[in-house]
């Protein structure tokens, strides 16, 4: 235990570094030879090593580690109990859960030593912690979404057995009981995209989808940016930043007088806040210089009588314009692109409801239009020569074989039917997808995925150029289509909303001891 905090802090340094690290270069080398090209210090062996042990100290902790819930106390002003988890028996970190009559709240305070071990092992199960230092102690905090987003058996059910006797005490009404196990089953509320985790949430009141990231440092913010901007993303239309906070200034103790003495010019409250008992000056990021070239002016030299430390929030929102562009980016090919608004459905989904599907339709729609095609299609050989052209295309709604209005689940299938003219004579090609099953262990936990695939059998060269001119992907024999090709289908309108509504109905993830 002592170990692994000490690989995160060494993880995070050297990913921190390797993300300033590629956006210099960019800038370097854009600036000297004009192409946008950036070294990637994660790529280094030594830097793949690291991700190796911390991967198997995480994988260590995850299958060893148990999780124990103290009794309900409902004597103070909020009902609370505490979370201890356990290695070979002992007690290693603990964390205090309590309801604050809106939202769940876990919250450590205590010495550093005992905040970075419990913030360890809430990463290692999958979740986010942060260390933060508040008055003379250290202190680890998750509302209910970072709660949620740690996936270990022993942790959810703790956390479903304290909501639980809530309700059972009336302490917690019904509606927001029911959401708050939606939310623990549901899971985490995050998407990635350039290689950034961005929180989704949708509002209740404007009915609205908002999906933000939260850099740590001004590093990683720029390194956002540079990938953010790097897919063809622009601030201000598709992104924008934001800044909340400022900086915190310590001063060593015999140059704190000193440092306070220099700043009597400045009007406190407005430019800096005291907060003595830690030899502490805290100003917003607009009062930071101002702040800064008055101790200097005083004498006092940065780095050896005082540091400047940012410890605000940096804001990265992508807008609804930044996400039909994203869709058009998908649409075009992006796969990573497909995969952040195929993920994102998937979250508003399963934390939101059907609601929040159709708001997200309804904000993609417009670009989805643009890349939708109509009939008929021109399909050419590999010479370019025009050998036939789709006519026509619909689809069939197919279970346990039997064609259907609808269906759902595992069992329901899409079939889709292209007709093609060629030498004179009308012809048709049958693909018909599945939900296919892939499981993976976790642990003591196996988890059922399921993903989308169809595999028609091509016999001749006709019906591969035709699949080519619908997907992009052919060949005689048997040929294995993914989410990518339905995706190339989905182009067309006559196949848009039957694509849309299979994927809702697909089946939910299973989990199983």
């Known amino acids: 235990m002592p170990a692994l905090s000490t690989l995160y802090e060494l993880g995070d340094t050297l990913t921190e570094f390797a993300d300033s690290f590629k956006v210099v270069t960019r800038e370097a080398i854009k600036k000297k030879h004009g192409v946008d090209w950036a070294y990637d210090v994660r790529n280094e062996r030594f830097f793949k090593k690291l991700n190796e042990i911390i991967t198997m100290a995480d994988d260590y902790v995850y299958k060893n580690v148990t999780v124990e819930r103290g009794p309900l106390d409902a004597s103070g002003s909020y009902p609370k109990t505490v979370i201890r988890f356990k290695l070979g028996g002992e007690v290693v970190a603990h964390i205090n859960m309590k309801w604050t009559g809106r939202y769940l709240l876990a919250e450590f305070r205590g010495s550093r030593e005992n905040a970075e071990r419990l913030a360890s092992i809430i990463r290692a199960l999958g979740g986010e912690a942060e260390v933060k230092r508040v008055g003379e102690g250290w202190v680890v905090w998750l509302t209910t979404d970072g709660i949620t987003a740690i996936r270990h058996d022993g942790w959810l059910n703790a956390v479903r057995g304290f909501v639980d006797e809530l309700y059972g005490r009336g302490l917690i009404g019904e ?7 939606k939310d623990v089953a549901a899971g985490p509320n995050v998407v990635k995209l350039a290689g950034a985790e961005f929180s989704v949430y949708y509002g209740t009141g404007m009915k609205s989808i908002m999906i933000v990231y939260n850099p740590r440092s001004e590093a990683s913010k720029n390194a956002a940016l540079n990938a953010l901007k790097a897919k063809g993303l622009k601030e201000g239309e598709h992104f924008t930043v934001t800044e909340r906070g400022g900086y915190e200034i310590r001063v060593a103790d015999e140059f704190y007088a000193k440092a306070l003495e220099a700043l009597s010019g400045l009007k406190e409250k407005e430019h800096y806040a005291v907060y003595g008992k ?28 005082f540091a400047a430390k940012w ?3 940096y804001i990265i929102r992508i807008t609804y314009d930044g996400l039909r562009e994203i869709q058009r980016m998908a649409l075009n090919g992006d796969v990573e692109a497909e995969r952040f608004i195929r993920d994102l459905e998937d979250v508003l989904r399963r934390r939101h409801g059907d609601d929040a599907v159709k708001k997200l339709i309804e904000v993609l729609t417009p670009a989805r239009e643009e890349g939708a095609i109509d009939l008929p299609l021109e399909v050419r050989d590999d010479k370019g020569n025009i050998i036939a052209r789709v006519v026509d295309l619909r689809y069939e709604f ?24 060629a030498g004179g004579e009308r012809r048709q090609l049958k693909v018909e997808w599945r939900w296919a099953e892939k499981r993976e262990k976790r642990g003591k936990t196996t988890v059922t995925y399921y993903y989308e695939t169809a595999r028609p059998r091509v016999k001749d060269d006709m019906e591969a150029a035709v699949l080519k001119a619908l997907t992009g992907k052919a060949k005689r024999g048997e040929v294995w289509l993914l989410a990518e090709q339905l995706d190339a289908l989905r182009r067309f309108k006559a196949l848009r909303d039957a694509v849309d509504k299979w994927r809702a109905e697909k089946p939910t993830r299973q989990r199983s001891s």
């Open 175 to 181: 509606e927001r009981y029911k959401q708050l196990v």
């Open 398 to 421: 197919v279970e346990n074989g039997k064609v259907v209005n609808q269906c759902a689940g595992e069992g329901c299938r899409l079939r889709i039917i292209a007709e093609y003219e």
């Open 311 to 313: 410890n605000g929030q």
């Open 278 to 305: 830690r030899r502490e000056i805290r100003v917003k990021k607009d009062h930071k210089d101002t702040v800064v070239n008055a101790l200097k002016a005083a004498g006092l030299e940065e780095g050896k009588h």
